[in-house]
């Protein structure tokens, strides 16, 4: 059985190394994909999850990545459960 915590997430969340990950991985996804927000979600998205985002998760994504930068979604990607955990 696996579960995951709050704790748990707010570890790897805020984890130092995650952090720094997180900023390896944008500056890739900026490199193959360029400036545009919609296209850095989608080479984020394909990289994280070998898939596109839905339209729903490139809606609330493209702003996330305007607003807060493309680090903060790489952030999000590398600690959802879909990237942490293999079905």
Not at 21 to 45: I, L, P, W
Not at 66 to 86: P, S
Request: glycine letters at 4%.
């Amino acid at each position: 059985l696996t579960t995951t915590t709050a704790l748990q997430s707010l570890s790897l969340l805020n984890n130092d190394f995650m952090l720094k990950q997180a900023g390896y991985f944008a500056k890739r996804v900026e490199a193959d994909a360029g400036a545009a927000a919609d296209d850095q979600v989608n080479r984020a998205f394909n990289l994280a999850f070998g898939r596109e985002p839905t339209d729903e998760e490139r809606n609330r994504c493209a702003p996330l990545v305007e607003k807060l930068g493309l680090t903060a979604l790489c952030r999000v990607l590398l600690n959802a459960n879909e990237f942490v955990h293999i079905d």
